[in-house]
């Protein structure tokens, strides 16, 4: 049996969660719930198999491979893995620049 990965969530994929929440939660509580457990159930689930996320496309043109993202329509689980870890690094609505945001983010 493998053994499963620790999953650890940067600070700024914590905030875009809570953003993403927020914003959602002003029309329908009860749909930010049910997104708030779909994205943390997905992003938990890489403790197995993380590999099965693809690679990030607009990073992956600049060529970027480190980082993927699982895909939980409309938003983006980006992650990483190191040493043994994962590390959720982003949840973005996907209708926006995810590429300006993402290397926005990797040049901070």
Aim: charged share 30%; aromatic share 6%; hydrophobic share 45%.
């Amino acid at each position: 049996m493998n053994k499963l990965l620790q999953v650890h969530w940067a600070g700024v994929a914590e905030q875009d969660l809570k953003d993403m929440l927020l914003y959602i939660a002003e029309d329908s509580p009860s749909n930010a719930r049910m997104v708030f457990e779909k994205i943390r159930e997905k992003a938990s689930s890489l403790n197995r198999l993380p590999e099965r996320g693809r690679i990030v496309p607009e990073l992956q043109e600049q060529g970027i491979s480190l980082y993927r993202e699982l895909i939980v329509s409309p938003w983006r689980i980006i992650y990483r893995i190191a040493d043994k870890k994962v590390y959720v690094l982003s949840v973005l609505d996907s209708r926006q620049n995810v590429e300006d945001i993402l290397l926005k983010r990797l040049i901070k």
